[in-house]
């Protein structure tokens, strides 16, 4: 079945670095890749797409990669800021559901200054 | 615009109880979806929607049910609350295929 792997373990990095989640894949072949940000007690917020023929797309401070050939992407936040703590959410689309989302189970950035 | 509302925000049922999770949306979006998410857990589907009076289930439907009477609402019904039920559910919409999904700001339930 398919299943999508994030760091478990909480990132703590310091202010200014850059911070670098990553998202694994297997037994899939998604067409687009997406990244959102989860505050505690709120919805996710989508950030970023990608699709299977990027290898990479930027917006603002944030870079995402995405290799279908290592099935996996790598989402940075550059200059890094306490305001970017939270947990970030790898989501693929999902064959037959409609396009639904398949959530990995997030990992949470902690930016200290 | 408002985006995807869900009421309530947080409800306590006592097992056997049944209730209504409301979603409405204002973009017009024809797809739109019922999520769970468990403590450590990643978003579980648990009923999605292509269309006005089109539904389907996701990969946890068991103990709910789903209608799609309009465009805008999706309403989640629980029909027989369980303590497994216990969970924040998130309804979310998207415009069509390869784009955004908007998420509301979840409904905190608990089950007793």
């Known amino acids: 079945s398919q299943k999508i792997e994030q760091n478990s373990e909480a990132l703590n990095i310091q202010e200014g670095k850059t911070a670098t989640l990553t998202c694994n894949y297997t037994?899939?072949?998604?067409?687009?890749l997406q990244w959102y940000r989860q505050d505690p007690g709120r919805g996710p917020v989508f950030l970023l797409l990608?699709?299977?023929?990027?290898k990479e797309k930027r917006k603002e401070r944030l870079k995402v990669t995405f290799d279908t050939t290592l099935k996996q992407s790598l989402f940075h936040i550059t200059a890094s800021q306490p305001a970017d703590s939270a947990t970030y959410l790898c989501?693929?689309?999902?064959?037959?559901?409609?396009?639904?989302?398949?959530f990995g189970k997030g990992t949470s950035l902690l930016v200290t200054p | 615009n408002a985006g995807v509302t869900q009421t309530p925000k947080f409800r306590i049922l006592k097992i056997g109880q049944s209730m209504t999770l409301q979603c409405t949306q204002d973009?017009?979006?024809?797809?739109m979806y019922w999520y769970r998410q468990d403590p450590g857990m990643g978003l579980k589907l648990i009923y999605y929607?292509?269309?006005?009076?089109?539904?389907d289930k996701g990969e946890v439907p068991n103990g709910y049910n789903v209608s799609r009477s309009t465009t805008e609402d999706f309403p989640l019904r629980l029909e027989l609350a369980a303590p497994s039920q216990t969970s924040v559910y998130f309804c979310?919409?998207?415009?069509?295929?390869?784009?955004?999904?908007?998420f509301g700001q979840g409904t905190r339930l608990t089950v007793v």
């Open positions: 979310a919409s998207s415009l069509r295929e390869n784009t955004e999904a908007f």
């Open positions: 037994n899939y072949s998604p067409a687009y």
């Open positions: 990608i699709r299977e023929n990027e």
């Open positions: 989501a693929l689309d999902r064959p037959n559901s409609g396009y639904a989302l398949n």
């Open positions: 973009m017009n979006h024809n797809y």
């Open positions: 929607s292509v269309g006005a009076g089109i539904t």
